[in-house]
């Protein structure tokens, strides 16, 4: 078990190191009913991996901004922002589309983004799209993946 853990320090973060822990000592123990939590050596050494580590701070917007954006601009209603995903989300160059397909009442809905020099919401949404990690875009439940 060190050497994997000292084989897969040189490729990985100590919190994914730890993770691996986790998930292995879950499997283990599940699978082959051994506990790897008794392995001290092992602890000590993703102790000292972790010693001093700063893990990077994502760099998107957070939900309170984006959600700040979309129920200034469409007065959305809570379950609409749930139900929101990248395919309602179309970028036109000068403004941003929003097509809310069912509403409360049965009726699409739509409204537009626009660049206003105080909120600067057309700069936030694409902002927010062009941080967001590659590959979530195709999973409809990440609203604002990629606007198309």
């Given at each position: 078990?060190?050497?994997?853990?000292?084989?897969?320090?040189?490729?990985?973060?100590?919190?994914?190191?730890?993770?691996?822990?986790s998930?292995?000592?879950?499997?283990?123990l599940?699978?082959?009913?051994?506990?790897?939590?008794?392995?001290?050596?092992?602890?000590?050494?993703?102790k000292?991996?972790?010693?001093?580590?700063?893990?990077k701070?994502?760099?998107?917007l957070?939900?309170?901004?984006?959600?700040?954006?979309?129920?200034?601009?469409?007065?959305?209603r809570?379950?609409?922002?749930?139900?929101?995903?990248?395919?309602?989300v179309?970028?036109?160059?000068?403004?941003?589309l929003?097509?809310?397909?069912?509403?409360?009442?049965d009726?699409?809905?739509?409204?537009?983004i626009?660049?206003?020099?105080?909120?600067?919401?057309?700069?936030?949404?694409?902002?927010?799209?062009?941080?967001?990690?590659?590959?979530?875009?195709?999973?409809?439940?990440?609203?604002?993946?990629?606007?198309?």
């Open positions: 078990m060190m050497a994997y853990f000292q084989d897969l320090s040189e490729k990985y973060s100590p919190n994914s190191l730890w993770a691996k822990y998930y292995l000592k879950a499997t283990f599940i699978n082959e009913n051994i506990d790897i939590s008794i392995f001290k050596q092992l602890i000590a050494f993703l000292q991996k972790s010693k001093g580590y700063s893990p701070k994502s760099q998107v957070t939900v309170e901004q984006v959600i700040l954006v979309m129920g200034v601009f469409g007065a959305l809570k379950i609409e922002m749930v139900q929101l995903t990248i395919e309602n179309i970028d036109k160059g000068s403004v941003i929003v097509q809310i397909p069912k509403t409360k009442t009726e699409c809905k739509s409204f537009t626009i660049e206003e020099e105080e909120l600067g919401a057309l700069q936030l949404v694409r902002k927010y799209a062009s941080l967001r990690p590659p590959g979530l875009a195709e999973k409809k439940h990440n609203p604002l993946g990629k606007i198309r």
